[in-house]
């Protein structure tokens, strides 16, 4: 028996109308934000402020990427995307964290070029932008996170977070130039932005790695599905398991089940159960299992039946889907 259970409307992404106006007001505010900044650095010859500026705009790229994908996520499956087009905000995730490692690099050998060849800086000026970065910032960082739902909306409110702590500490630098006539310490300041950007960014992209290359879920352990699945009353075993994700909040599972040789409607009752425990427990909505009788035998990948083997009778697996 091969069954798709119809996938649920967890796949959609909730609220999407009020994300879209979010991620809107995120793109103007973001958009002003990174002219403010980068006039001002230019203006205060600071490596800090200009690196906030390059940081601003990747941010106003993933805010956009992350609209675009909001909009396809919403659009239904089709004959040629049959699980619809829940992995574009994945793809967005992945091109925004790959951008944000190469600005990560750059700022880190600007900073530490400027270490070397230190870069007088105003420090009053930086103080006062990185203040309005710190509002604005905080801002587009708390909206994201109330519909940051998936990975894509995730990673961008991590720029949005990052970016408020970065300005915040901009303003702790600034402050520190002013009482110490240190200018040193705006490069260090950008290699600690610039670390900061890194990891928030790694992270990200080992996520949706895992993702596309279809690997298991984050927190998904396969050794707790099967077990729990061969607890079903009417399950022998569980094999040939696989689990993976269909984007960051939709997961998928096809598995080959043995059970005694009983009556199709019988089959069934064991197959409502197995679907209710991997939507309640695992929160799997799209399975594809089949069932296998219990004196067939497994070879080569294929299940045949014991008397096929031997030449005596034919016999085959009958299946329907809904």
């Given at each position: 028996?091969?069954?798709?259970?119809?996938?649920?409307?967890?796949?959609?992404?909730?609220?999407?109308?009020?994300?879209t106006i979010v991620l809107q007001v995120s793109?103007?505010?973001?958009?002003?934000?990174?002219?403010?900044?980068?006039?001002?650095?230019?203006?205060?010859?600071?490596?800090?402020?200009?690196?906030?500026?390059?940081?601003?705009?990747?941010?106003?790229?993933?805010?956009?990427?992350?609209?675009?994908?909001?909009?396809?996520?919403?659009?239904?499956?089709?004959?040629?995307?049959?699980?619809?087009?829940?992995?574009?905000?994945?793809?967005?995730?992945?091109?925004?964290?790959?951008?944000?490692?190469?600005?990560?690099?750059?700022?880190?050998?600007?900073?530490?070029?400027?270490?070397?060849?230190?870069?007088?800086?105003?420090?009053?000026?930086?103080?006062?932008?990185?203040?309005?970065?710190?509002?604005?910032?905080?801002?587009?960082?708390?909206?994201?996170?109330?519909?940051a739902r998936d990975v894509n909306l995730r990673s961008a409110?991590?720029?949005?977070?990052?970016?408020?702590?970065?300005?915040?500490?901009?303003?702790?630098?600034?402050?520190?130039?002013?009482?110490?006539?240190?200018?040193?310490?705006?490069?260090?300041?950008?290699?600690?932005?610039?670390?900061?950007?890194?990891?928030?960014?790694?992270?990200?992209?080992?996520?949706?790695?895992?993702?596309?290359?279809?690997?298991?879920?984050?927190?998904?352990?396969?050794?707790?599905?099967?077990?729990?699945?061969?607890?079903?009353?009417?399950?022998?075993?569980?094999?040939?398991?696989?689990?993976?994700?269909?984007?960051?909040?939709?997961?998928?599972?096809?598995?080959?089940?043995?059970?005694?040789?009983?009556?199709?409607?019988?089959?069934?009752?064991?197959?409502?159960?197995?679907?209710?425990?991997?939507?309640?427990?695992?929160?799997?909505?799209?399975?594809?299992?089949?069932?296998?009788?219990?004196?067939?035998?497994?070879?080569?990948?294929?299940?045949?039946?014991?008397?096929?083997?031997?030449?005596?009778?034919?016999?085959?697996?009958?299946?329907?889907?809904?």
């Amino acid at each position: 028996m091969h069954v798709h259970a119809a996938p649920s409307a967890d796949s959609q992404l909730p609220g999407a109308k009020r994300t879209t106006i979010v991620l809107q007001v995120s793109l103007f505010a973001t958009l002003a934000y990174v002219a403010v900044t980068f006039i001002a650095g230019l203006r205060a010859h600071s490596l800090a402020l200009l690196s906030e500026s390059g940081h601003n705009v990747s941010d106003f790229f993933a805010l956009l990427l992350s609209f675009a994908a909001v909009y396809f996520q919403t659009r239904p499956a089709d004959s040629s995307k049959t699980f619809g087009y829940q992995r574009a905000g994945v793809l967005a995730a992945f091109v925004n964290a790959g951008a944000l490692i190469l600005i990560s690099l750059w700022i880190g050998a600007e900073a530490v070029r400027r270490l070397s060849n230190p870069v007088i800086v105003q420090p009053r000026l930086m103080m006062y932008v990185a203040a309005a970065g710190v509002v604005m910032n905080g801002v587009i960082a708390i909206l994201l996170w109330r519909v940051a739902r998936d990975v894509n909306l995730r990673s961008a409110f991590l720029h949005m977070a990052g970016d408020t702590l970065s300005t915040a500490a901009v303003i702790a630098g600034g402050a520190a130039i002013l009482l110490s006539g240190q200018n040193w310490i705006d490069p260090v300041l950008s290699l600690l932005i610039a670390a900061l950007i890194l990891w928030s960014s790694i992270g990200i992209m080992r996520e949706t790695l895992n993702i596309l290359l279809e690997g298991a879920p984050r927190g998904v352990s396969l050794t707790s599905i099967r077990a729990g699945m061969e607890e079903v009353e009417g399950v022998v075993n569980v094999h040939d398991l696989h689990v993976w994700s269909l984007g960051s909040h939709s997961s998928a599972l096809a598995c080959h089940v043995t059970i005694d040789d009983i009556p199709p409607s019988e089959s069934a009752c064991i197959l409502v159960k197995l679907n209710h425990l991997l939507r309640q427990h695992f929160q799997i909505a799209h399975t594809t299992i089949q069932f296998e009788h219990i004196g067939c035998e497994e070879l080569q990948g294929c299940v045949v039946p014991m008397e096929e083997m031997t030449g005596s009778s034919a016999h085959s697996h009958s299946g329907h889907t809904h």
